[in-house]
């Protein structure tokens, strides 16, 4: 195994236990987990931009519990609310650098807002948390056709998509 994936799996471990038996959560980052990694993986990501991602992909959720108890919902706005502590609390213990903790803390921090992406890193975490999320949400097949046009930007994520919702060819 090498440092980078005993990194993650160590990520992985702690936000299992940070999930606090919540079983649901814990599905959802590992499927979000998953798209992402195979997504940057074949996308070409550097070794450092896949790394990001696939951290911020696991924790991504960070927030949830707390906006549960506090606002009794997990709406996008509260989430960029609280997680920039969450993140910084939870990476305090992790080996990587600082800057990587920052991108990770930006990355999770704005993943409910679909502007100003910055980067190929933050895309494939929209387009990971949407391919679960609209099966979780029970979307219709409009909406997902639509996200294909107006999210989706690799080749990856859209044919993940498209195969996963069996949506027509375009
Ligand atoms: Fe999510």
Redesign the pocket.
């Known amino acids: 195994m090498t440092e980078t994936q005993q990194t993650i799996n160590n990520v992985i471990a702690k936000m299992i236990a940070y999930s606090d038996g919540n079983k649901h959560d814990i599905a959802?980052?590992l499927k979000?987990y998953t798209y992402a990694r195979m997504i940057g993986e074949m996308e070409n990501l550097t070794e450092r931009k896949q790394e990001i991602l696939e951290i911020a992909a696991v924790i991504?959720?960070i927030a949830c519990p707390v906006c549960r108890v506090k606002y009794g919902n997990t709406n996008g706005s509260n989430q960029e609310k609280e997680s920039p502590e969450l993140v910084e609390n939870f990476l305090k213990d992790v080996e990587i650098d600082d800057e990587m903790k920052e991108r990770i803390n930006y990355l999770v921090s704005h993943?409910h807002t679909y502007t100003n992406v910055d980067g190929l890193d933050y895309r494939i975490l929209l387009e990971a948390?949407f391919l679960?999320?609209a099966d979780e949400s029970e979307m219709s097949e409009n909406a997902v056709e639509t996200a294909r046009e107006r999210v989706f930007e690799t080749n990856t994520g859209k044919k993940l998509l498209t195969s996963i919702y069996k949506l027509p060819a375009r």
């Open positions: 959802h980052f979000v991504h959720d993943h948390d679960v999320n």
